[in-house]
C-alpha cells in the first residue's frame, strides 16, 4: 500500500504563485509514475502534470503549460508541483496520483483557491 499526502494549498492572489508537495509513504520503492490532477467546484476532475520516474519526462495539461512546473525528489518521495502566474480558474482540490505497477494511488487533495 502507498498513503499520498499532500500540502501546500491555501489562498493566493491572480498572479502569484504556490507550491503544492505531496509525500508518498508506505510501499514506495519504484519505479512509479507521479502526478497532479484537479478538481473545481461542479466540474470533473482534470489532468494537471505527471513526471516520469526519472524526472526526465514532464507532461501537462494545456491550461497550465508554461505556468506550472512538476518535479521530483526520489530521495525523499516526493513530487511538487510549481504553480506561477495563478488565476481565478487554477481554483480547485489538487489531488496528488501515483502510479505503481499498475496500481493508481490518490491523495486527499490540497484546495487551492486564486482570489480575483
Known amino acids: 500500500q502507498v498513503q499520498l499526502i499532500e500540502s501546500g494549498g491555501g489562498l493566493v492572489q491572480t498572479g502569484g504563485s504556490r507550491r503544492l508537495s505531496c509525500v508518498a509513504s508506505?510501499?514506495?520503492?519504484?519505479?512509479?509514475?507521479m502526478a497532479w490532477f484537479r478538481q473545481a467546484p461542479g466540474k470533473e476532475r482534470e489532468f494537471v502534470s505527471a513526471?516520469?520516474?526519472?524526472?526526465?519526462?514532464?507532461f501537462y495539461g494545456e491550461s497550465v503549460k508554461g505556468r506550472f512546473t512538476i518535479s521530483r525528489d526520489n530521495d525523499k518521495d516526493t513530487v511538487y508541483l510549481q504553480m506561477n502566474n495563478l488565476k481565478p480558474e487554477d481554483t480547485a482540490v489538487y489531488y496528488c496520483?501515483?502510479?505503481?505497477?499498475?496500481?493508481?494511488?490518490w491523495g486527499k487533495g490540497t484546495l487551492v483557491t486564486v482570489s480575483s
Open positions: 513526471v516520469s520516474w526519472t524526472g526526465i519526462n514532464t
Open positions: 496520483y501515483l502510479d505503481r505497477w499498475g496500481t493508481d494511488y
Open positions: 508506505g510501499r514506495t520503492f519504484g519505479p512509479y509514475t
